[in-house]
């Protein structure tokens, strides 16, 4: 009866169970070499904005690399940030990967990139 209660237990843990891996990394993608100082009042948050990337894997084949995904995400952020007009720039550059799936039968891999467009108003 023990066992029987305790594999039903475990069935329903593993069944309910998730296969995905979430993880961010906030560190300082861009290598640029523009110093801007903030330290006045002289700027104002004007957009959030995102891109994201994904790729699936199949028996663990398939899909681009993690650096292309990146790249993907961040081209897709920076075209939305509109940097054309006016004194803007992205700060607060954050990138979040999830993995999920069924491994090794099914992954995918998703890059998020996402940031904060600030206007200099002086």
Known sequence: MKKSVFSLLTGIVVF??????NGAL?????????????????????????????????????????????ENAYAEMMNKAN??????????????EHVGGVPPFYLKRTITVSANVIEFTR
């Open 16 to 21: 309910f169970s998730s296969c995905g891996v």
């Open 26 to 70: 906030v560190l300082n993608q861009n290598q640029n070499t523009t110093q801007v100082h903030m330290s006045s009042n002289n700027f104002k948050v004007v957009d959030k904005v995102s891109g994201t990337s994904s790729v699936k894997y199949i028996c663990l084949i398939g899909g681009l690399r993690k650096k292309q995904l990146y």
């Open 83 to 96: 940097l054309l007009n006016g004194s803007k720039a992205v700060v607060n550059v954050v990138t979040e």
